[in-house]
């Protein structure tokens, strides 16, 4: 049997829901692929815990359902002694699983440890976008340049495998246009709001149902979706992108009487990001926008998110997902995990 150590940065929503699955597609891993995954050193804010033959995910994921930190695992180490580069640098993994919060001001503590781990030629997993959206074309020419997987399928859409199309199924075809319903916040507070709801109240909503953060700007002002494009474009359109390179406007400006006159007019208003192909290069944007219904991204309804890609030669491919709490982002970092080394 094969046997893969892991490190796990980051212990939260996604991170805890990934030991869940290890664990519930243990034998569906040992019986397709002779795979077994071992977690060999965790981290989270707190600080961390190591063991060489492997933690025991059971008893982690009842430390984070009780809402304490690995610190208190047995043997844990406190916060300044097992930072997640800390962890890179101490503990023998084959892969980084890297699952901290998104920064995009600095990509920390995410950008350091990729850099870390690709250095020590480790795969490395990640759901972060922080780190690809500021250093994208520098972390996959580091993981060339090593010979190892930079696999990232669950930073744009979750569990919708938008990357995987792009770059698998779409080898040698030029894409014309790719445009996406990305942010699942915009598009549940756009989707109560054309039902009558007001933004403060359907924005409300969201937050009690822990789709929204307590600061939903990084939503509601766009830069999540355009963080997502910046990867799609980036990795799939291979054009290196920043975030200043993209036209973004989020849906604050967004008023029930537009969207009273979009149904009207039998159309709605989503929240779009757009690559649109001008020469031999791409225009990029995210804005509130205008669809007639029979566009298929106009049915992506509250709790989904979805994607096209116009092509030359693959035809116009439409993909979507119904994604109601973090589990099937948490299924798009197993499949990296199983892609990486299988
Ligand atoms: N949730 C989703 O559905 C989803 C979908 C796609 C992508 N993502 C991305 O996946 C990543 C994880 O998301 P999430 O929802 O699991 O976030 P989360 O619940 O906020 O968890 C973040 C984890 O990072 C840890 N952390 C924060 N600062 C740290 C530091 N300085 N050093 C070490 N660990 C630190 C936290 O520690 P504590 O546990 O101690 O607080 C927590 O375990 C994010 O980058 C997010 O953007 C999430």
């Known amino acids: 049997m094969r046997q893969v150590r892991l490190s796990i940065a980051g212990l939260g929503n996604v991170g805890r829901r990934l030991l869940e699955l290890m664990d519930s597609k243990r ?84 950008l350091t440890a990729i850099r870390e781990a690709l250095a020590k030629k480790m795969n490395v997993v990640t759901a972060n976008k922080g780190p690809l959206v500021l250093a994208y074309p520098e972390l996959s020419a580091r993981a060339r340049a090593h010979g190892v997987r930079l696999l990232h399928s669950a930073t744009v859409t979750g569990g919708l495998p ?51 953060e307590a600061d939903p700007s990084l939503d509601v002002d766009g830069w999540d979706a355009a963080s997502k494009l910046a990867i799609v474009a980036n990795a799939v359109l291979r054009r290196p992108t920043k975030l200043k390179d993209i036209t973004v406007e989020g849906i604050r400006g967004v008023t029930p009487e537009q969207l009273r006159l979009a149904t009207e007019h039998k159309k709605v208003i989503k929240l779009i990001a757009l690559a649109e192909r001008a020469g031999n290069d791409y225009v990029l944007s995210v804005r509130p926008t205008v669809l007639e219904r029979s566009h298929p991204l106009s049915k992506i309804g509250a709790g989904m998110m979805g994607v096209m890609y116009h092509t030359d030669i693959n035809g116009v491919i439409f993909a979507a997902i119904e994604e109601e709490n973090p589990y099937p982002t948490a299924a798009a970092v197993l499949r990296d995990i199983v892609n990486a080394v299988v």
């Open 162 to 212: 938008t990357l995987n199309l792009g770059l698998r199924d779409l080898g040698a075809t030029m894409i014309e246009k790719f445009e996406g319903v990305v942010n699942g916040t915009t598009n549940y507070i756009l989707s109560r709001m054309s039902e009558g709801q007001a933004y403060d109240q359907a924005l409300k909503h969201a937050q009690d149902i822990g789709m929204a």
């Open 27 to 110: 034998d569906v891993l040992k019986a397709r692929y002779d795979l077994e995954l071992r977690v060999v050193g965790a981290c989270d804010s707190t600080g961390g815990a190591e063991y060489f033959t492997g933690l025991d995910t059971a008893q982690i994921i009842a430390l984070k359902r009780a809402k304490k930190g690995i610190a208190a695992y047995p043997g844990g180490i406190a916060r300044g002694e097992m930072r997640p580069v800390d962890l890179v640098r101490t503990v023998d993994a084959d892969i980084l699983v890297e699952l901290t919060l998104t920064n995009l001001q600095n990509g920390e503590p995410g």
